[in-house]
């Protein structure tokens, strides 16, 4: 399997703490030239990569880009998402330890283009240990005219500030995002109005991940390695975190389409000790799972749409046979009903209630009646709740119904204790 | 032993440390969050004792109530005592299949404690969160925002913790 560093290129070559030694690898070329074009011009070259928002919504980010450009009212901003708080995932970890000077100037290529005035960087508490890089990023990049009044005598002015989220994970949802941002506790609001017209600070608000805004300066150097890779409708390379019980847990890049057994079984070492798979959850706490079925086919979005899985963030959580299905299934559940942050019904009481029914199915005591309940559960939280948090939480157990439907067979209501 | 909350006494000292951090958020209130978790660190406890809470309210200037709500939103905030050195032990379900009921058991024989609960000698209290992004080192803790990982045997646990002795 050949080896593919596009997005990772820059990892180990540069200091990240000295401006200069990004410069002398050709950091901030692309933003020379990207102060050259239009704003749809650089829009449409993310469309032709074909990318979709890496934080787990797949949004195509050319479209979100020229959609937020169009919003003709004044004040635009940049909020990069670096909250990923998706269990096993922790691909932006490494793109900001490694290469983040990449990041701002990515951050400042996307101001230009949506012309804002303010960019901002949301980074989870628990990556406090990373401020420190990208301020003095930020502080030298200032230094140097790539931020701050008429950035390379364009006449633009652009700032970035860095905020510090607190250990929530529904704040990685875009609304719940911006209340923290704007100095409020994390609560996910009604759309519309929808970012791009009233986001942070009632402005218009451009939001990206960190990965998706990544790739943006890379692309502008030279796109052509990212569009001669992958398949024909996921362009490129992706950044994968594997975890669980992987021999080799860690970050990877790989072309889309390579398959999911080369990832697991290549990349990440294989299965501790040999064992069996019991199943794998791609995307996040919020994604869906299978089983050792779908280790051939190729990693990339139109293959996983039709075997019903999401890429989502791009975690894939590897877990053996000695967690049973039940158990994973409640620890999953135990997260979800920790993390909704309690504001609507449906996913308050949905995480709690059906946590209850998983504990008297791991228990035995269960009868038919739950099962249809835990059922319809599953399907009104989608429909019903207030934001993604609820809507994408019975993922893992939804897709289980499919692939594991021994674990919910059905039994005599007289069986039944309590 | 830990005192009591009610009994935090706002020196003069945590004062121009907390003016500090106001001043390196600009005095702006809508980086409320950032500042808490700043002045967090700066209490040996590790949490945000009222009086406090009342002092940057009043500094910033900004409602008491908004702060609160802050404080009880966010996981990273406290407003109890914590131990000097909160051991947070990543509950996530990378690190829970890679046994850390074992990492737990560990802690809470070596330590003679259970969860909200601190150590006779106010160094260590164990608490559970959802996930710090190191699936890459499960099973493992954060100590003051530093990650220890993998934590597989007793003898790396006892080890881990003399650091701090």
């Known amino acids: 399997m050949q080896n593919i560093s596009y997005l990772t290129e820059n990892f180990g070559k540069y200091d990240v703490f000295s401006i200069d030694s990004y410069i002398n690898i050709g950091g901030f070329q692309s933003l020379r030239k990207a102060v050259t074009m239009d704003g749809d011009d650089i829009a449409t070259i993310l469309s032709d990569a074909k990318i979709k928002g890496r934080g787990g919504a797949e949004y195509p980010m050319g479209r979100k880009w020229s959609q937020a450009r169009a919003v003709k009212r004044p004040h635009h901003c940049v909020v990069c998402n670096a909250d990923e708080g998706e269990t096993c995932t922790f691909k932006d970890r490494e793109l900001i330890t490694n290469d983040s000077f990449n990041l701002i100037e990515a951050m400042i290529i996307a101001g230009w283009a949506v012309n804002a005035e303010d960019g901002y960087i949301y980074m989870r508490a628990e990556y406090s240990h990373l401020r420190p890089r990208i301020l003095n990023a930020i502080k030298q990049a200032e230094d140097r005219g790539f931020l701050g009044k008429n950035i390379l005598g364009t006449n633009w002015n ?53 990965e998706s805004l990544s790739l943006v300066p890379h692309l502008l150097r030279d796109s052509t390695p990212y569009l001669q890779v992958g398949t024909k409708e996921s362009t490129g390379t992706k950044l994968v975190s594997v975890g669980g019980n992987v021999n080799k847990p860690g970050v990877y890049e790989i072309a889309f389409g390579t398959t999911v057994r080369e990832i697991i079984y290549g990349l990440a070492g294989g299965i501790q000790g040999n064992r069996k798979i019991r199943l794998i959850q791609f995307g996040g706490a919020s994604g869906k799972i299978s089983d050792a079925r779908i280790l051939d086919i190729p990693y990339s979005y139109e293959a996983f749409a039709a075997n019903n899985l999401i890429i989502g963030s791009g975690s894939v959580l590897v877990i053996d046979e000695r967690t049973s299905v039940i158990d994973f299934l409640r620890y999953t559940q135990d997260f979800f009903l920790h993390e909704s942050c309690g504001q609507c019904t449906p996913c308050r009481e949905g995480n709690r209630h059906i946590r209850i029914f998983l504990e008297k199915i791991k228990n035995g005591t269960y009868t038919d009646e739950d099962i249809q309940t835990m059922k319809t559960f599953a399907k009104v939280m989608p429909m019903s709740s207030l934001c993604g948090l609820g809507e994408t939480a019975q993922n893992a157990l939804k897709s289980a119904f499919n692939i594991f439907p021994e674990v919910f067979a059905s039994r005599k209501q007289t069986e039944a204790v309590g | 032993m830990i005192e ?116 006779y000698d106010g160094r260590f209290t164990i608490e559970k969160v959802s996930c710090f992004g190191a699936c890459d080192r499960a099973p493992a803790v954060r100590i003051n925002k530093i990650v220890y990982g993998p934590l597989k045997t007793k003898e790396q646990v006892r080890s881990l913790l003399e650091q701090f002795v």
């Open chain 1, 158 to 210: 652009y700032k970035i500030h860095l905020y510090s989220g607190a250990g929530a994970y529904v704040c990685g949802e875009g609304t719940a995002l911006i209340r923290s941002i704007e100095g409020k506790a994390g609560r996910p609001r009604m759309k519309p109005p929808f970012m791009k017209q009233s986001g942070l600070f009632t402005r218009p608000t451009c939001i990206n991940n960190v």
């Open chain 2, 4 to 119: 009591d909350s009610s009994k935090f006494e706002l020196t003069d000292e945590l004062k121009i440390k907390i003016d500090k951090i106001l001043d390196d958020h600009h005095h702006d209130f809508t980086q409320i969050v950032g500042v808490l978790i700043d002045v967090q660190d700066e209490i040996p406890q590790h949490y945000i004792p009222k009086v406090v809470a009342f002092y940057i309210a009043e500094k910033l200037p900004l409602k008491l109530s908004v702060i609160y709500d802050c404080i009880t939103f966010y996981d990273a905030l406290s407003e109890k005592p914590r131990g000097r050195y909160p051991i947070e032990i990543c509950d996530s379900i990378a690190c829970k299949v890679n046994n850390n009921e074992f990492l737990l058991g560990a802690l809470k024989d070596l330590l003679g404690i259970d969860f909200g609960t601190v150590t």
